[in-house]
Nanobody, 127 residues
């Protein structure tokens, strides 16, 4: 059984928008911290944004601040990533993740090595 399932990726032109969705199992959603990571072609995985509703904490990577917004609807165990003003450098495979909140603080949220991961959804931004 998949714990996390992403959708919403696609191909857009520079300046366009996409909304990614992640449906989580009840167990994964209950871990407390959910977030998005991405792996650009030929590069390492990097953190995009995470959210911990129980603590009110939300972290964004500097390169997406002001353009991306992470939200959750816990009533349906779904997380979203609204991506606006997309740039070619946003091209990547985007992954939904879930982990306990102690692995999602200001010191470690960028570390991609923890928790459950989905299969990913591809985002391609053309110039």
């Amino acid at each position: 059984q998949d714990q996390l399932t992403e959708s919403g990726g696609g191909s857009v032109q520079t300046g366009g928008s996409l909304r990614l969705s992640c449906v989580a199992s009840r167990y994964a959603s209950g871990l407390g911290c959910m977030g998005w990571y991405r792996q650009p072609p030929g590069k390492d995985t990097e953190a995009v944004a995470v959210t911990v509703p129980a603590t009110g904490s939300t972290y964004y990577a500097r390169f997406v601040k002001g353009r991306f917004s992470i939200t959750r609807d816990d009533a349906v165990n779904t997380m979203f990533l609204q991506m606006n003003a997309l740039k070619p450098e946003d091209t990547a495979m985007y992954y939904c993740t879930a982990r306990p909140p102690d692995l999602c603080n200001a010191n470690n949220w960028r570390v991609p090595d923890y928790g459950f991961w989905g299969q990913g959804t591809q985002v391609i931004v053309s110039s």
